[in-house]
């Protein structure tokens, strides 16, 4: 049976490569996206320079799409001081509340991987919050709302590199953004011959909807040629985000082009950043592409929801409000503090 095309590929794809960038860097990909203070797209692009060490740059768009304005200096650069951003930051992900933006990124200690949050109102000068989940973590977005008086982060601990398995993506709990809690694995990586059996994690941030919490995630498969990189759907509820309702079985998303099959990581599309336009259904989705470029797609929130329904991972159609009983893997790891 075939499938519907899910994600339209913008026709300038890739929108943005390395030698657009106003100073030589090695490449730009995987952007956080939001629509900034004065209305245009903004794009927090991960840029690696040619020592191997990523910072932040900044591209500007009236259409999102198109005649991108890149700042001519770095936004964001690690503080390579022996501190926790030694060797870099990585995968900014941008929730926007009231007039702030909060930033979640990997900072890149000598110690491994870990999450760090920032957050800037103008996208040129910003506050660093500091580390909030010790190495090695990554795949980190906020919730853009407080569930009671707490704040939620979607994050991705390395659980155990002995394991097949080793990532789920989890959810945490903080009263005041730095201190976490009530770590639950909330959406986990599967076994065997699944598109997302050897690691999950977050792409943009949890998307609000009437339905509850749209995600989208990236799922590893490993291949005798290398790993490749897949996008698949879930759906949280919105007044309890651990809750399951329900998670795509096949992978929605993947590399297809050559921009997207050749590069310095080969086979990956990975989304960091999405923008819902005005009608409440299209969404605009900026992915990284081969650890290379930048690219965009365009999907609809009503297309996914249905393709999720019909293809759920528990292997039955059901109503998403019912909850999904996709069974989570491994039990054993389900609850249990990994900071």
């Known amino acids: 049976m075939s499938r519907p095309v899910l994600f339209e590929r913008h026709v300038a794809n890739p929108i943005l490569t390395a030698s657009d960038w106003p100073y030589p860097v090695n490449t730009v990909f995987n952007p956080g996206a939001t629509v900034g203070p004065d209305g245009e797209t903004v794009l927090l692009v991960r840029v690696e320079d040619r020592s191997g060490v990523s910072h932040f740059g900044v591209a500007r768009s009236q259409d999102g799409y198109t005649r991108w304005k890149i700042e001519p200096e770095p936004v964001f650069t690690p503080e390579r001081d022996g501190t926790h951003e030694t060797w870099g930051v990585e995968d900014p992900r941008i929730t926007k509340v009231g007039d702030r933006y909060l930033i ?11 999450v760090a949050l920032a957050e800037t109102r103008d996208f040129r000068t910003f506050e660093r919050l500091g580390p909030v989940m010790v190495p090695e973590d990554k795949d980190a977005a906020l919730f853009p709302t407080k569930f009671g008086d707490r704040w ?7 659980i155990s590199p002995a394991t097949r398995v080793v990532g789920h993506i989890w959810l945490s709990y903080s009263p005041d953004l730095l201190h976490w809690g009530e770590h639950r694995v909330v959406i986990p990586a599967r076994s065997g011959a699944h598109w997302d059996a050897e690691k999950v994690g977050i792409g943009p941030p949890p998307l609000e909807i009437p339905e509850g919490w749209l995600v989208l995630f990236h799922g590893v498969k490993v291949t005798a040629a290398g790993g490749v990189y897949r996008v698949g759907t879930a759906l949280l509820d919105r007044n309890d985000p651990l809750r399951l309702l329900g998670r795509s079985d096949e992978w929605v998303f993947g590399p297809l082009t050559e921009y997207e099959r050749s590069g310095d990581v080969p086979d990956v599309v990975f989304p960091t950043g999405w923008i819902l336009e005005d009608d409440g259904d299209t969404l605009r989705v900026y992915y990284g592409a081969a650890d290379t470029c930048v690219a965009v797609a365009t999907t609809r929130v009503s297309t996914l929801l249905e393709h999720m329904a019909e293809t759920c991972a528990c292997g039955t159609r059901h109503e998403l409000d019912d909850g999904c009983p996709c069974t989570v893997e491994p039990k054993a790891s389900q609850s249990g503090s990994v900071t």
């Open 104 to 114: 979640a990124y990997t900072a890149f200690s000598s110690g491994g991987p870990l």
């Open 152 to 158: 939620a982060l979607i994050h991705r601990p390395v």
